[in-house]
């Protein structure tokens, strides 16, 4: 179990031997098996209106790992694959994190990662593609959440037509894309109240198969600009803090999407929190240019710090984030995650 520990805790640094020449829908959609690792990234911001303030924001993840049993093993209950989920929710107003976690096996109609189209499960945990749009269910301590989630336009294929560069090396990439503004019904029910909320939500889906040498850390975000924009940045971060790489993209309605390439990309924390219960120093708050602009972020409020140590080894910080301009006024909301904090030096 400590081995399959630590392979999630370097995961999002992984890298396939062999890359698509192109995306195949519905097919990518759903899982690929043969890849050392694949995660379903879903996030959001929810409000009592569409465009109103958000209320809360919400993280469901799905990891699929191969299990130690082999593929040709007889039994139908042999761990061919292991599933890890995450769940958070963020109360805005009240400043709270609710998280939870589980780990399991794959186990038919129970536990899996469907072949062929988006079907995600850990039992009462689902996410699973209708028509053009996604349903999703989880629930952690004190509430539970149902989403109606509507995909208006086709996926944004990060990096090279879904190939995203993660370092400097010809074989140092991922499978990724992601399905941003994602228009979103929820209804939670909140320490034993109902809440029926509308907002927008961001899906990232990736897979791959080696890991990077160097990367020790990460920082990503992906945010929801209130003009229909989307926006994605990320770096990867070596032992002595420093970058070792960095990406991103921008969505424009009724334009082409636009790759970063790395010196295009600069991110610069301004705002640094210390956790109480990890001693990690976050940083909580950025300044970044790009061929977007010159914007800032900043988390909605600092304890939104995960520890999922009893599923993948990790604890890292992912919460709801503002966007603003130079002048901050707002532009758009979403998430940012962050890594490898934990005994590490932070970014200069």
């Keep these: 179990m400590r081995r399959r520990t630590l392979l999630l805790a370097a995961a999002p640094l992984a890298l396939p031997r062999g890359a698509l020449a192109a995306m195949n829908f519905p097919a990518d959609f759903g899982a690929h098996p043969a890849q050392a690792i694949e995660w379903w990234y879903l996030t959001g911001l929810l409000g009592d209106r569409d465009g109103a303030a958000p209320r809360y924001g919400y993280q469901l993840t799905f990891f699929r790992v191969p299990g130690p049993a082999a593929d040709d093993h007889p039994s139908a209950l042999a761990a061919r694959q292991l599933m890890l989920g995450h769940v958070a929710l963020s109360d805005l107003s009240a400043r ?9 096996r ?28 996604y349903r999703a269910h989880f629930n952690g301590p004190g509430f539970s959440m149902e989403l109606e989630l509507a995909s208006p336009d086709a996926p944004l294929l990060q990096g090279d037509a879904g190939i995203s ?20 019904q929820a209804a939670l029910m909140l320490d034993g109240r109902r ?23 990460w920082d990503w975000l992906g945010v929801n600009l209130h003009d229909g924009r989307a926006l994605t940045l990320f770096q990867l971060r070596r032992k002595d803090g420093q970058r070792d790489w960095a990406g991103g993209s921008l969505r424009t309605p009724g334009q082409p999407d636009r790759s970063f390439s790395p010196d295009e990309v600069h991110m610069a924390p301004t705002r640094h929190w210390t956790s109480p219960a990890t001693d990690a120093r976050w940083p909580v708050a950025w300044q970044l240019l790009t061929p977007a602009g010159e914007m800032h972020i900043e988390a909605f409020f600092d304890a939104q710090e995960v520890d999922a140590r009893r599923s993948s080894g990790l604890v890292y910080w992912e919460g709801a984030a503002r966007l603003s301009d130079r002048q901050n006024r707002p532009l758009g909301t979403g998430y940012l995650e ?3 904090y934990i005994g590490k030096p932070p970014m200069a």
Excluded at 96 to 104: A, G, K
Excluded at 106 to 128: F, S, Y
Excluded at 195 to 217: F, I, M, N, V
Aim: hydrophobic share 30%.
């Design 96 to 104: 709270r994190q609710r998280h939870t976690q589980r780990l399991s």
């Design 106 to 133: 794959a186990l038919p109609g129970a536990v899996q990662a469907a072949l062929g189209d988006c079907d995600v499960r850990m039992r009462d945990w689902w996410l699973r593609r209708e028509g053009d749009g």
């Design 165 to 184: 560069r993660k370092g400097p090396s010809p074989e140092q990439f991922s499978n990724y894309y992601s399905r941003p503004q994602l228009l979103t």
């Design 195 to 217: 809440h029926s909320l509308t907002g927008r939500a961001w899906l990232d889906h990736e897979w791959s198969d080696r890991y990077l040498g160097e990367a020790q850390g």
């Design 338 to 340: 962050l890594t490898g």
